[in-house]
């Protein structure tokens, strides 16, 4: 069985869309794992559903943060790890070690609004700045750059008129929640030769 890990740093609606299709049987694999770089009600969804969850605080671990999550991700046999708003920057030397095998899903149409600091509500508020007609959501492997890793999957959202960022942010949610589990079916299916 496919087994995946997933890392999050805030609310985790994402992790309960990967959660709530591992149940229905829509995604084939197993979460090994819900690790949080701080207290957050994802690690909370996380055991809640049955699933082993772990709390490496960044601000006490500091640069030990990714040799804690190496271990746990080697302990478990993970074949993905799912960053699903993950606000840690993860080390090279990680990236290196799991190449191919991390993916991130981030709140805007990469390689637009992405990089350093373009995190969470930022983006819809740089987005609204900007007065953009479209927007959108993108899941993508992640590189040793800030979210500049191949693309697996991207969804168009539109912006409208009189569109706020919490207002944008929640329309780009609704697709994340679907995006996620997709893109992680697609690296199923592709690990399984079936495409
Ligand atoms: C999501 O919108 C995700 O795309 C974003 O954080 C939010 C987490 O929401 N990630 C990033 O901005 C990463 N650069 P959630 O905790 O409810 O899943």
């Known amino acids: 069985m496919f087994k995946i890990a997933v890392l999050v740093s805030g609310g985790g609606t ?3 869309s990967v959660i709530d ?7 084939d694999c197993t979460i090994e794992a819900v690790i949080g770089d701080r207290k957050c009600y994802g690690v909370t969804r996380a055991v809640k559903a049955g699933v082993q969850g772990y709390i490496f605080d960044r601000k006490i671990l500091k640069k030990d943060l990714c040799r804690a999550i190496d271990k746990v991700v080697s302990e478990r046999g993970v074949d993905l790890i799912v960053l699903a708003g993950f606000l840690s920057i993860i080390d090279e030397e990680f990236v290196n070690k799991w190449k191919k095998k ?6 805007s149409l990469l390689p637009k609004y992405g990089g350093p ?15 953009e007609k479209e927007s959108g959501c993108t899941v993508h492997y992640v ?8 693309i697996i999957k991207q969804v168009k959202v539109p912006v409208f008129k009189d569109d706020t960022a919490e207002i ?3 329309r780009v949610l609704v697709q994340e929640h679907r995006l996620l589990p ?3 079916e697609k690296i199923i299916k592709e690990s399984k030769g079936v495409c």
């Not at 299709?21 to 995604?27: D, E, F, Q, R, T």
């Not at 590189?143 to 191949?150: A, L, N, P």
Request: hydrophobic letters at 35%.
């Open 21 to 27: 299709n591992v149940k229905s049987g829509k995604l």
């Open 102 to 107: 991390i993916i991130n899903i981030h709140p």
């Open 117 to 131: 600091g373009m995190y969470g509500i930022k983006v819809h508020e740089a987005v609204i700045a900007n007065k």
């Open 14 to 16: 994402n992790l309960q």
């Open 182 to 184: 997709e893109s992680i």
């Open 168 to 170: 944008l942010q929640k």
């Open 143 to 150: 590189d040793t750059g800030v979210d500049s890793g191949e």
